[in-house]
């Protein structure tokens, strides 16, 4: 079955220091790929996607994913930690079938900043 | 635009209860979706629609009945309440965009979710 994995459920940094949440997905058509953020008490805000375009993908809030079809992955990242980027982060590719623009959802990965 | 909005915000059920979550989007899209999200579980598509008057189960749709007779609203009801429906319910929405390309839609875009507890 199609799968989105999120390594690591919870990820912990320094306020300043690089973030990495890691993606790994299946897709047996050329993969959609997308970022969410939730944050505390509200609904899931778009954060970046890849459509097929340039591999390195820029978001808002200083984000960046990069798609490496090689490794079927797509790991987001952001050179410096703010404290309010302490959220959950999901990752999403579109379903391999049907005309019903279906995404596939990892679990998330829970990122707290510490100051 | 206000975007995908959801009422109530919070709900509490007695067990055995009904109730019908609202969600409306005003951009025009034909795709809908109802999610319900657990701590640790991610997101569960409950229902979803490709335009009004179709709509098909997604993987939780038991206890759960969907509608959509126009483009805007998609609500959901909950009859016959129980413990296991304590969640958040997430209503989003997306856009047809293009079949090819680039900005190909597939983008949802969610609401600030109604927090559902059964007792």
Sequence with gaps: AQSVTQL????S????????????????VPPYLFWYVQYPNQGLQLLLKYTSAATLV?????????FKKSETSFHLTKPSAHMSDAAEYFCAVRANAGNNRKLIWGLGTSLAVNP | NAGVTQTPKFRILKIGQSMTLQCTQDM????MYWYRQDPGMG???????VGAGITDKGEVPNGYNVSRSTTEDFPLRLELAAPSQTSVYFC???PPGRSTGQGSGYEQYFGPGTRLTVT
């Design chain 1, 13 to 28: 940094v320094s306020e300043g220091a690089l973030v990495l949440l890691r993606c790994n997905y299946s897709s047996s």
């Design chain 2, 92 to 94: 989003a929405s997306s």
């Design chain 1, 58 to 66: 820029k978001g808002i809030n200083g984000f960046e994913a990069e």
């Design chain 1, 8 to 11: 690591g459920s919870h990820v």
């Design chain 2, 43 to 49: 997101l569960k598509l409950i229902y979803y629609s």
């Design chain 2, 28 to 31: 025009n899209h034909n795709y």
